[in-house]
């Protein structure tokens, strides 16, 4: 389960955020404070602060809009923020962190070259650009190998929301992706919308 490490001086906006991602994300491992022997997967701080040397090179999420003193790498989020896109920025740090610069899958004839955010079919040489969260989706029906995955499943697995949840996210991403593979390839769709869920073609 992930670590997150929320830093805030506001003891009411740290309380609202944790009962937020306990709704939507109850296997992420929530921290207000820093701790020597913990692992954390992500940092999100709402306003600038000194941050301890031994989480340097986490990803690092920064919520508000005066970030001169923010690390390029920090990802911003202006305020007023939704917690959706929070959310959904907090797991694609995540992933891209747990990922290898040369991460690579291949399934028909598409490679997802997760590195530079495409998926490239390898008999046009076309290349399609993808979000992190379309890069997530892809991965973990390939991990599924060519099972039905449920809308429930891909909720709890790919945005660590509580697959009970009542959201037309999963439906939304799904139809833009397979949009953007038309688009891009004029070919045969590798994602494939059945009846349960969602399978990608080998």
């Known amino acids: ?84 896109n929070l959310l959904d920025s907090l797991l694609s740090c995540i992933n891209f962190s747990n990922r290898g610069s040369n991460a690579q899958i291949s399934f028909g004839k598409y490679t997802l070259d997760s590195f530079h955010k495409q998926l490239v079919n390898n008999k046009t040489g076309s290349a399609t650009k993808l979000t992190e969260r379309e890069i997530a989706i892809i991965n973990y029906l390939y991990k599924s190998k060519g099972k039905t995955v449920s809308k429930g499943e891909l909720l709890s697995e790919v945005w660590e929301y509580n697959p009970e949840a009542t959201t037309h996210t999963v439906e939304t991403h799904i139809y833009r992706l397979r949009q953007k593979i038309d688009a891009e390839n004029h070919g045969k769709n590798p994602i494939i919308t059945e009846e349960n869920g969602y399978s990608l073609q080998f």
């Open 1 to 84: 389960m992930p670590n997150l490490l929320f830093l805030s001086s506001s003891t009411l906006l740290t309380e609202d955020f944790k009962e937020q991602l306990e709704l939507v994300a109850p296997d992420f491992n929530f921290y207000s404070q820093y701790q020597d022997d913990i692992v954390f997967d992500a940092v999100i701080i709402d306003q600038p602060q000194d941050i301890p040397s031994s989480i340097v090179g986490i990803p690092l999420i920064y919520l508000g809009n005066d970030s001169e003193n923010i690390t390029d790498s920090a990802v911003i989020i202006n305020k007023p923020y939704k917690l959706e």
